[in-house]
């Protein structure tokens, strides 16, 4: 079995794809159920006050059509899941920021950032040397301390919604999902 994969990940090399590792499949699969249409609509709509809204860095928004700009720029695929996994985890960190723990979301939220903390734990297994300048850069804008002042008003579930979104695109056909 073994062997298999690792032709196919030769063949895929030669080719210049870039294939999703088993364990970014598994994981990226489970934070998909959990990211249900009823379970966003409930624990990040239903949940909050109307119209409720958490402060974001600009660059922790990230959209599909972010994707098909650094795509069209030429960034690796491995480069945009690199990316779309700190944009995500670093979202759902904000939105669990404030929240209490009685909160009816607190749990869910926190199964989410379990669920990250193991996709972190999968993408330290490998270097990431390999991430483009403006993956890298975008990174560093992300958990840099005075970006505050670049901020943005954006409702939990946009943000869960968006996570979703932007996974499937890059997810969905390295890791044979189907359609959902």
């Known amino acids: ?22 364990g970014e499949c598994e994981l990226t699969r489970l934070l998909q159920d959990k990211l249900q249409y009823e379970m966003r609509l409930q624990y990040m709509k239903h949940y909050f006050p109307i119209d409720y809204t958490v402060q974001v860095q600009y660059e922790e928004v990230l959209r599909p059509s972010n994707i098909t700009r650094l795509r069209n720029g030429t960034v690796s695929e491995a480069a945009l899941r690199y990316l779309w996994f700190h944009v995500s985890s670093q979202a759902v960190l904000r939105i669990r920021e404030v929240l209490p723990e009685k909160h ?52 939990p579930k946009a943000l869960l919604d968006n996570c979703l979104k932007v996974m499937r695109m890059l997810f969905g056909g390295p890791c044979r999902w189907e359609s959902t």
Do not use: H, N
């Not at 079995?1 to 030669?14: E, F, H, N, S």
């Not at 193991?118 to 390999?130: M, W």
């Open 104 to 155: 009816p979301s607190w749990k869910y939220t926190q199964e989410l950032c379990q669920l990250f903390d193991a996709l972190g734990e999968e993408y330290g297994k490998y270097r990431q040397t390999d991430v483009e300048t403006v993956v890298a850069d975008l990174v560093k804008l992300i958990y840099s301390a005075g970006a505050e002042s670049r901020s943005k008003a954006v409702r």
């Open 1 to 22: 079995m073994q062997q298999g994969y690792a032709a196919v990940l030769c063949v895929l090399a030669v080719l210049g794809l870039e294939a999703a590792a088993p």
